[in-house]
Protein backbone atom coordinates (compact mmCIF):
# COMPACT_ATOMS: atom_id res chain seq x y z
CA UNK A 1 0.00 0.00 0.00
CA UNK A 2 0.87 3.35 -0.21
CA UNK A 3 2.04 5.67 2.09
CA UNK A 4 2.16 8.88 0.94
CA UNK A 5 0.19 10.29 -1.86
CA UNK A 6 0.00 13.61 -3.86
CA UNK A 7 -2.63 14.68 -5.50
CA UNK A 8 -2.67 16.86 -8.61
CA UNK A 9 -6.44 18.58 -7.82
CA UNK A 10 -7.74 18.09 -4.70
CA UNK A 11 -10.90 20.57 -4.45
CA UNK A 12 -12.80 18.83 -7.60
CA UNK A 13 -14.97 15.24 -7.31
CA UNK A 14 -12.49 12.51 -7.73
CA UNK A 15 -9.68 14.81 -5.94
CA UNK A 16 -12.19 15.37 -2.27
CA UNK A 17 -13.03 11.51 -2.38
CA UNK A 18 -9.39 10.71 -2.76
CA UNK A 19 -8.59 12.38 0.37
CA UNK A 20 -11.10 10.55 2.04
CA UNK A 21 -10.29 7.28 0.72
CA UNK A 22 -6.70 8.21 1.92
CA UNK A 23 -7.80 8.84 5.35
CA UNK A 24 -9.30 6.13 5.96
CA UNK A 25 -6.74 4.20 4.97
CA UNK A 26 -4.26 5.70 7.12
CA UNK A 27 -2.20 6.84 3.80
CA UNK A 28 -0.37 10.66 4.37
CA UNK A 29 -1.57 13.28 1.86
CA UNK A 30 2.05 15.16 1.47
CA UNK A 31 1.02 17.04 -1.60
CA UNK A 32 -2.08 18.94 -3.18
CA UNK A 33 -2.93 21.49 -5.83
CA UNK A 34 -6.18 23.40 -6.73
CA UNK A 35 -6.97 26.32 -8.82
CA UNK A 36 -9.96 28.56 -7.66
CA UNK A 37 -11.47 26.83 -4.35
CA UNK A 38 -8.80 28.73 -1.91
CA UNK A 39 -11.98 27.87 1.08
CA UNK A 40 -11.56 24.14 0.79
CA UNK A 41 -8.02 24.17 0.27
CA UNK A 42 -7.58 26.17 3.08
CA UNK A 43 -10.09 23.45 4.91
CA UNK A 44 -7.71 20.90 3.18
CA UNK A 45 -4.27 22.03 4.81
CA UNK A 46 -5.38 22.05 7.96
CA UNK A 47 -7.65 18.78 7.77
CA UNK A 48 -4.76 16.70 5.96
CA UNK A 49 -1.01 18.66 6.79
CA UNK A 50 -0.01 18.92 3.07
CA UNK A 51 3.69 19.88 3.41
CA UNK A 52 3.27 22.00 -0.22
CA UNK A 53 0.51 23.33 -1.75
CA UNK A 54 0.09 24.28 -5.49
CA UNK A 55 -2.62 26.95 -6.55
CA UNK A 56 -2.37 27.25 -10.47
CA UNK A 57 -3.80 31.15 -10.27
CA UNK A 58 -0.95 33.33 -8.92
CA UNK A 59 -3.47 35.51 -7.20
CA UNK A 60 -5.44 32.61 -5.42
CA UNK A 61 -1.52 31.39 -4.63
CA UNK A 62 -1.30 34.53 -2.43
CA UNK A 63 -4.53 34.75 -1.27
CA UNK A 64 -4.18 31.07 -0.06
CA UNK A 65 -0.60 32.01 1.64
CA UNK A 66 -2.26 34.56 3.68
CA UNK A 67 -5.15 32.49 5.15
CA UNK A 68 -2.62 29.54 6.41
CA UNK A 69 0.51 32.16 7.49
CA UNK A 70 -0.33 29.96 10.84
CA UNK A 71 0.74 26.40 9.00
CA UNK A 72 4.25 25.42 8.05
CA UNK A 73 2.65 24.41 4.24
CA UNK A 74 4.37 25.80 1.54
CA UNK A 75 2.53 27.58 -1.58
CA UNK A 76 3.76 27.21 -4.69
CA UNK A 77 1.86 28.45 -7.80
CA UNK A 78 1.44 28.13 -12.00
CA UNK A 79 2.40 25.02 -14.09
CA UNK A 80 5.61 24.86 -12.35
CA UNK A 81 3.95 24.85 -8.83
CA UNK A 82 1.71 22.08 -10.11
CA UNK A 83 4.88 19.93 -11.50
CA UNK A 84 6.43 21.12 -8.34
CA UNK A 85 3.68 18.56 -6.39
CA UNK A 86 3.53 16.07 -8.73
CA UNK A 87 7.01 15.12 -8.18
CA UNK A 88 7.25 15.86 -3.95
CA UNK A 89 9.96 14.10 -2.92
CA UNK A 90 7.88 11.48 -0.32
CA UNK A 91 5.25 10.74 -1.93
CA UNK A 92 4.87 7.75 -3.78
CA UNK A 93 2.39 7.73 -6.47
CA UNK A 94 0.34 11.17 -7.86
CA UNK A 95 -3.25 10.87 -7.97
CA UNK A 96 -3.92 12.42 -11.17
CA UNK A 97 -7.51 14.12 -10.42
CA UNK A 98 -7.06 17.37 -12.10
CA UNK A 99 -9.54 17.42 -15.32
CA UNK A 100 -8.38 18.55 -19.21
CA UNK A 101 -4.98 18.88 -21.08
CA UNK A 102 -3.38 20.86 -17.87
CA UNK A 103 -2.76 17.57 -16.33
CA UNK A 104 -0.34 15.96 -19.05
CA UNK A 105 2.57 18.43 -18.11
CA UNK A 106 2.55 17.90 -14.56
CA UNK A 107 2.05 13.95 -15.38
CA UNK A 108 4.97 13.59 -17.25
CA UNK A 109 7.30 15.58 -14.67
CA UNK A 110 5.98 12.60 -12.20
CA UNK A 111 7.32 10.07 -14.30
CA UNK A 112 10.33 11.31 -14.88
CA UNK A 113 10.93 11.87 -11.03
CA UNK A 114 9.71 7.97 -11.01
CA UNK A 115 6.52 8.18 -9.38
CA UNK A 116 3.54 5.84 -9.94
CA UNK A 117 0.54 7.29 -11.23
CA UNK A 118 -2.85 6.97 -10.23
CA UNK A 119 -4.49 8.07 -13.72
CA UNK A 120 -7.74 10.05 -13.16
CA UNK A 121 -7.05 12.58 -16.08
CA UNK A 122 -8.47 11.35 -19.44
CA UNK A 123 -6.29 13.53 -21.47
CA UNK A 124 -2.79 12.42 -20.43
CA UNK A 125 -3.12 8.94 -22.23
CA UNK A 126 -5.97 10.49 -24.87
CA UNK A 127 -3.46 13.40 -26.22
CA UNK A 128 -0.22 11.72 -24.40
CA UNK A 129 -0.89 8.04 -25.78
CA UNK A 130 2.54 6.82 -26.97
CA UNK A 131 4.45 9.15 -25.76
CA UNK A 132 3.51 9.28 -22.01
CA UNK A 133 2.90 4.65 -22.05
CA UNK A 134 6.74 4.68 -23.36
CA UNK A 135 7.92 7.02 -21.02
CA UNK A 136 6.39 4.97 -18.31
CA UNK A 137 8.08 1.83 -19.31
CA UNK A 138 11.23 3.62 -19.72
CA UNK A 139 11.27 4.60 -15.89
CA UNK A 140 9.26 1.49 -14.75
CA UNK A 141 6.34 3.72 -13.17
CA UNK A 142 2.90 1.76 -12.73
CA UNK A 143 -0.30 3.60 -14.12
CA UNK A 144 -2.78 2.34 -12.16
CA UNK A 145 -6.43 3.48 -13.85
CA UNK A 146 -8.45 5.06 -11.43
CA UNK A 147 -11.63 5.65 -13.57
CA UNK A 148 -14.00 3.39 -13.12
CA UNK A 149 -14.39 1.12 -16.75
CA UNK A 150 -10.45 0.65 -16.72
CA UNK A 151 -9.83 0.22 -13.38
CA UNK A 152 -12.63 -2.87 -13.61
CA UNK A 153 -10.88 -3.99 -17.03
CA UNK A 154 -7.10 -3.55 -14.90
CA UNK A 155 -9.05 -5.63 -11.71
CA UNK A 156 -10.18 -8.36 -14.40
CA UNK A 157 -6.87 -8.71 -15.94
CA UNK A 158 -5.18 -9.57 -12.63
CA UNK A 159 -4.58 -13.33 -13.33
CA UNK A 160 -4.22 -12.81 -17.24
CA UNK A 161 -1.09 -15.05 -17.91
CA UNK A 162 -1.05 -14.37 -21.62
CA UNK A 163 -2.33 -11.57 -23.88
CA UNK A 164 -3.01 -13.72 -26.30
CA UNK A 165 -6.08 -15.18 -24.22
CA UNK A 166 -7.61 -12.25 -24.86
CA UNK A 167 -10.26 -11.52 -27.35
CA UNK A 168 -11.98 -8.57 -26.13
CA UNK A 169 -12.66 -5.66 -23.86
CA UNK A 170 -16.13 -4.27 -23.25
CA UNK A 171 -16.67 -0.56 -21.61
CA UNK A 172 -20.07 -0.02 -19.90
CA UNK A 173 -21.64 3.23 -20.58
CA UNK A 174 -24.43 4.81 -18.11
CA UNK A 175 -26.12 6.10 -21.46
CA UNK A 176 -26.03 9.47 -19.56
CA UNK A 177 -29.38 11.44 -19.42
CA UNK A 178 -30.22 11.26 -22.46
CA UNK A 179 -30.35 7.65 -23.52
CA UNK A 180 -33.23 6.57 -25.58
CA UNK A 181 -33.70 10.30 -27.19
CA UNK A 182 -33.44 11.19 -30.95
CA UNK A 183 -31.00 13.69 -32.88
CA UNK A 184 -34.19 15.84 -32.70
CA UNK A 185 -35.34 15.33 -29.10
CA UNK A 186 -31.21 16.97 -28.42
CA UNK A 187 -31.87 19.86 -30.30
CA UNK A 188 -34.12 21.07 -27.44
CA UNK A 189 -31.83 20.03 -24.37
CA UNK A 190 -30.78 22.32 -21.52
CA UNK A 191 -27.89 22.86 -19.99
CA UNK A 192 -29.30 21.76 -16.78
CA UNK A 193 -30.99 18.44 -18.07
CA UNK A 194 -27.01 17.68 -19.52
CA UNK A 195 -25.68 18.15 -15.79
CA UNK A 196 -28.42 15.66 -14.40
CA UNK A 197 -26.24 12.43 -14.41
CA UNK A 198 -28.91 9.51 -13.18
CA UNK A 199 -26.24 7.62 -11.53
CA UNK A 200 -22.93 9.43 -10.77
CA UNK A 201 -21.99 12.34 -9.00
CA UNK A 202 -18.84 13.97 -11.39
CA UNK A 203 -17.40 17.27 -12.32
CA UNK A 204 -18.98 19.49 -14.95
CA UNK A 205 -16.60 18.79 -18.17
CA UNK A 206 -17.08 15.27 -17.49
CA UNK A 207 -21.15 15.12 -16.99
CA UNK A 208 -21.26 16.97 -20.08
CA UNK A 209 -19.12 14.38 -21.96
CA UNK A 210 -21.07 11.60 -20.68
CA UNK A 211 -24.49 13.54 -22.00
CA UNK A 212 -22.69 13.30 -25.54
CA UNK A 213 -21.19 10.32 -24.95
CA UNK A 214 -17.61 11.51 -25.42
CA UNK A 215 -16.69 9.98 -22.37
CA UNK A 216 -16.87 6.97 -23.94
CA UNK A 217 -15.59 7.71 -26.83
CA UNK A 218 -11.88 9.06 -25.05
CA UNK A 219 -12.36 6.10 -22.72
CA UNK A 220 -11.87 3.74 -25.74
CA UNK A 221 -8.83 5.94 -26.65
CA UNK A 222 -7.29 5.65 -22.79
CA UNK A 223 -7.87 2.03 -23.28
CA UNK A 224 -6.08 1.41 -26.09
CA UNK A 225 -3.03 2.48 -24.62
CA UNK A 226 -3.53 1.33 -20.97
CA UNK A 227 -3.84 -2.27 -22.44
CA UNK A 228 -2.26 -2.05 -25.48
CA UNK A 229 -5.11 -2.96 -27.33
CA UNK A 230 -6.51 -1.96 -31.00
CA UNK A 231 -9.55 -0.17 -30.92
CA UNK A 232 -11.94 -2.44 -32.97
CA UNK A 233 -11.49 -5.11 -30.36
CA UNK A 234 -12.70 -2.51 -27.71
CA UNK A 235 -16.83 -2.60 -27.71
CA UNK A 236 -19.24 -0.46 -25.89
CA UNK A 237 -22.38 -1.30 -24.31
CA UNK A 238 -25.09 0.78 -22.74
CA UNK A 239 -25.83 -0.98 -19.17
CA UNK A 240 -28.16 1.79 -17.39
CA UNK A 241 -27.70 0.61 -13.95
CA UNK A 242 -23.68 1.19 -13.42
CA UNK A 243 -23.33 -1.83 -11.18
CA UNK A 244 -21.23 -3.70 -13.98
CA UNK A 245 -17.77 -1.29 -13.99
CA UNK A 246 -16.75 -3.00 -17.37
CA UNK A 247 -16.00 -6.63 -18.48
CA UNK A 248 -13.00 -8.20 -20.17
CA UNK A 249 -13.59 -11.17 -22.79
CA UNK A 250 -11.25 -13.75 -23.35
CA UNK A 251 -10.79 -16.19 -26.38
CA UNK A 252 -12.63 -19.56 -24.06
CA UNK A 253 -15.62 -17.87 -24.31
CA UNK A 254 -15.20 -16.66 -20.33
CA UNK A 255 -16.46 -13.10 -19.69
CA UNK A 256 -15.24 -11.69 -16.63
CA UNK A 257 -16.77 -8.59 -14.87
CA UNK A 258 -16.01 -6.16 -11.90
CA UNK A 259 -19.15 -5.25 -10.29
CA UNK A 260 -19.85 -2.85 -7.41
CA UNK A 261 -21.91 0.46 -6.75
CA UNK A 262 -21.42 3.38 -8.57
CA UNK A 263 -18.56 5.21 -6.27
CA UNK A 264 -15.34 6.24 -7.40
CA UNK A 265 -14.07 5.34 -4.08
CA UNK A 266 -13.53 1.97 -4.76
CA UNK A 267 -11.40 1.80 -8.23
CA UNK A 268 -9.66 5.35 -6.27
CA UNK A 269 -9.03 2.89 -3.54
CA UNK A 270 -7.56 -0.30 -5.65
CA UNK A 271 -4.88 2.14 -7.24
CA UNK A 272 -3.53 3.02 -3.97
CA UNK A 273 -3.78 -0.37 -2.16
CA UNK A 274 -2.96 -2.28 -5.20
CA UNK A 275 -2.10 -5.61 -5.87
CA UNK A 276 -3.84 -5.96 -2.68
CA UNK A 277 -7.07 -4.92 -1.34
CA UNK A 278 -8.26 -3.11 2.07
CA UNK A 279 -11.80 -2.59 3.83
CA UNK A 280 -13.44 0.24 2.38
CA UNK A 281 -16.10 2.20 4.12
CA UNK A 282 -18.00 1.76 0.61
CA UNK A 283 -21.57 0.65 1.01
CA UNK A 284 -21.84 -3.11 0.49
CA UNK A 285 -23.39 -4.15 -3.14
CA UNK A 286 -27.01 -5.69 -2.77
CA UNK A 287 -28.19 -7.52 -6.13
CA UNK A 288 -31.11 -8.65 -4.65
CA UNK A 289 -32.23 -5.12 -4.18
CA UNK A 290 -31.46 -4.05 -7.62
CA UNK A 291 -33.01 -7.01 -9.10
CA UNK A 292 -32.70 -5.79 -12.83
CA UNK A 293 -29.55 -5.10 -14.84
CA UNK A 294 -30.28 -4.20 -18.45
CA UNK A 295 -28.03 -3.84 -21.67
CA UNK A 296 -28.61 -1.58 -25.00
CA UNK A 297 -26.16 -1.38 -27.95
CA UNK A 298 -25.26 2.42 -27.94
CA UNK A 299 -27.20 4.27 -30.63
CA UNK A 300 -23.51 5.80 -32.43
CA UNK A 301 -26.29 7.45 -35.01
CA UNK A 302 -27.38 9.92 -32.34
CA UNK A 303 -24.41 10.00 -30.00
CA UNK A 304 -21.55 9.83 -33.02
CA UNK A 305 -19.07 10.94 -30.59
CA UNK A 306 -17.90 7.35 -30.10
CA UNK A 307 -17.31 7.08 -33.40
CA UNK A 308 -15.42 10.14 -34.13
CA UNK A 309 -13.13 9.02 -30.93
CA UNK A 310 -12.73 5.49 -32.97
CA UNK A 311 -11.59 7.23 -36.15
CA UNK A 312 -9.47 9.87 -34.04
CA UNK A 313 -7.20 6.11 -32.38
CA UNK A 314 -7.52 4.56 -35.43
CA UNK A 315 -5.74 7.19 -37.60
CA UNK A 316 -3.56 8.60 -34.51
CA UNK A 317 -0.97 11.25 -34.82
CA UNK A 318 -2.91 14.71 -34.41
CA UNK A 319 -6.17 13.38 -34.53
CA UNK A 320 -7.08 12.04 -30.66
CA UNK A 321 -5.57 15.37 -29.54
CA UNK A 322 -7.49 17.29 -31.85
CA UNK A 323 -10.96 16.14 -30.67
CA UNK A 324 -10.12 15.77 -27.21
CA UNK A 325 -9.00 19.81 -27.37
CA UNK A 326 -12.02 20.67 -29.55
CA UNK A 327 -14.32 18.63 -27.33
CA UNK A 328 -12.81 20.44 -24.71
CA UNK A 329 -13.62 24.13 -25.74
CA UNK A 330 -16.97 23.26 -26.92
CA UNK A 331 -17.93 21.50 -23.37
CA UNK A 332 -16.88 25.06 -21.83
CA UNK A 333 -18.62 26.68 -24.28
CA UNK A 334 -21.75 24.73 -23.67
CA UNK A 335 -21.18 25.25 -19.69
CA UNK A 336 -20.86 28.80 -20.64
CA UNK A 337 -23.97 28.70 -22.46
CA UNK A 338 -22.59 30.08 -25.51
CA UNK A 339 -23.51 26.82 -27.66
CA UNK A 340 -26.19 24.37 -27.99
CA UNK A 341 -25.71 21.16 -26.90
CA UNK A 342 -25.71 19.81 -30.13
CA UNK A 343 -23.49 22.24 -31.52
CA UNK A 344 -20.34 20.09 -29.40
CA UNK A 345 -20.73 17.41 -31.24
CA UNK A 346 -20.79 19.70 -34.62
CA UNK A 347 -17.80 21.84 -33.74
CA UNK A 348 -15.64 18.43 -33.08
CA UNK A 349 -16.79 17.11 -36.34
CA UNK A 350 -16.00 20.66 -37.95
CA UNK A 351 -12.31 20.45 -35.86
CA UNK A 352 -11.80 17.05 -37.08
CA UNK A 353 -12.42 17.90 -40.74
CA UNK A 354 -10.30 21.00 -40.57
CA UNK A 355 -6.89 19.37 -39.78
CA UNK A 356 -5.26 16.78 -41.88
CA UNK A 357 -3.30 13.87 -40.22
CA UNK A 358 0.17 15.03 -38.82
CA UNK A 359 2.79 12.82 -36.88
CA UNK A 360 3.16 13.34 -33.00
CA UNK A 361 6.58 12.70 -31.54
CA UNK A 362 7.75 14.99 -28.46
CA UNK A 363 5.65 17.10 -25.96
CA UNK A 364 5.80 20.34 -27.91
CA UNK A 365 3.95 18.57 -30.96
CA UNK A 366 1.02 17.24 -28.47
CA UNK A 367 0.63 20.86 -26.87
CA UNK A 368 0.65 22.94 -30.83
CA UNK A 369 -1.60 20.04 -31.75
CA UNK A 370 -3.76 21.03 -29.19
CA UNK A 371 -3.51 24.80 -28.68
CA UNK A 372 -4.02 24.83 -32.93
CA UNK A 373 -7.52 22.90 -32.51
CA UNK A 374 -7.92 25.44 -29.94
CA UNK A 375 -7.35 28.52 -31.63
CA UNK A 376 -9.39 27.21 -34.12
CA UNK A 377 -12.78 27.20 -32.32
CA UNK A 378 -11.97 30.51 -30.55
CA UNK A 379 -12.27 32.17 -34.06
CA UNK A 380 -15.11 29.93 -35.30
CA UNK A 381 -18.21 32.07 -36.29
CA UNK A 382 -21.01 30.26 -33.88
CA UNK A 383 -24.31 31.63 -34.76
CA UNK A 384 -26.43 30.95 -31.86
MG1 LIG B 1 -15.47 6.41 -16.65
Known sequence: ?????????????????????????????????????????????????????????????????????????????????????????????????????????????AINAKKDIALANKETLVAGGNLVINLAKENKVNILPVDSEHSAIFQCLQGCHDKKDLKKLILTASGGPFFGKTKGDLKSVTLKDALNHPNWSMGAKITIDSATMMNKGLEIIEATHLFDMPEDKIDVIIHRESIIHSMVEYKDGAVLAQLGIPSMKIPIQYALTYPKRKTSETEALNL????????????????????ICRRAIKQGGNKPITVNAANEEAVGMFLANKIKFTEITEIIKECEKHFAYAKISTLEQILEADQKAREFIRNMDIKS
Open 1 to 109: MKKNIAVLGSTGSIGTQTLEVAKNLGIKVGAISGNKNISLLERQAREFSPEIIAVFDEKNAKKLKENIRDLSTKVVCGMEGLCEISCFSKSDILVTAISGMIGLKPTIA
Open 288 to 307: GKIKNLSFYPPDTNVFETIN
